[in-house]
T-cell receptor, first 116, second 112 residues
Framework: AQKVTQAQTEISVVEKEDVTLDCVYE???????LFWYKQPPSGELVFLIR??????QNEISGRYSWNFQKSTSSFNFTITASQVVDSAVYFC?????????????FGEGTQLTVNP | DVKVTQSSRYLVKRTGEKVFLECVQD?????MFWYRQDPGLGLRLIYF???????EKGDIPEGYSVSREKKERFSLILESASTNQTSMYLC???????????FGQGTRLTVV
């Protein structure tokens, strides 16, 4: 069965610090997709990135970067030079193509607080 | 823009009532999902549907049922509401397993 674990429940940093949010997943499929979402205080989840299991290239988008490592089943998310507006709950999610059809499974979420 | 609309932002219901939470998407997505979100537990999948009239149980289906009579609409039903069903309920839709899901604004349900 697919599973996503975000071991960090809460992280608190000071503005301009770098911060990494961890995500570890379990799957039996060879084809799967990983996602990160942001949930700001307003409540609506915002999609950040999708990565498929065949693409292990790291991705950078502005201050955000993602490190996908199949060998350790991890898909970690780093925010460089954090800002107060980055304060939110961040969720990692997994979708399998073969075994579970369209099921989309989320981790527990990490509450990030960036203090001025 | 993709839009997923949940019928209510806030609901207060009494124990034992039958409760309907409605969700509509306007992008002709195949898949629709119902999650509940509780502090420390993240988003837990209640039910999902990959086609009209098709549904599959998620991780916590007990006490819930769903209905998908039309592609754009996915309803979550609490057959007999209980206080432990007080939670934030999130609806989402997606084209398929390869694509991101789009979420509604959530319904905060309180059962008293």
């Amino acid at each position: 069965a697919q599973k996503v674990t975000q071991a960090q429940t809460e992280i608190s940093v000071v503005e301009k610090e770098d911060v990494t949010l961890d995500c570890v997943y379990e799957t039996r499929d060879t084809t799967y997709y990983l996602f990160w979402y942001k949930q700001p205080p307003s409540g609506e989840l915002v999609f950040l990135i999708r990565r498929n299991s065949f693409d292990e290239q790291n991705e950078i988008s502005g201050r955000y970067s993602w490190n996908f490592q199949k060998s350790t089943s991890s898909f970690n998310f780093t925010i460089t030079a954090s800002q107060v507006v980055d304060s939110a709950v961040y969720f990692c999610a997994l979708s399998e193509e073969e075994t579970s059809g369209s099921r989309l499974t989320f981790g527990e979420g990490t509450q990030l607080t960036v203090n001025p | 823009d993709v839009k997923v609309t949940q019928s209510s932002r806030y609901l207060v219901k009494r124990t034992g009532e039958k409760v309907f939470l409605e969700c509509v998407q306007d992008m002709d997505h195949e898949n629709m999902f119902w999650y509940r979100q509780d502090p420390g537990l993240g988003l837990r999948l209640i039910y999902f549907s990959y086609d009209v009239k098709m549904k599959e149980k998620g991780d916590i289906p007990e006490g819930y049922s769903v209905s998908r009579e039309k592609k754009e609409r996915f309803s979550l039903i609490l057959e007999s509401a209980s206080t432990n069903q007080t939670s934030m309920y999130l609806c989402a839709s997606s084209i398929g397993p390869r694509t991101e899901a789009f979420f509604g604004q959530g319904t905060r349900l309180t059962v008293v």
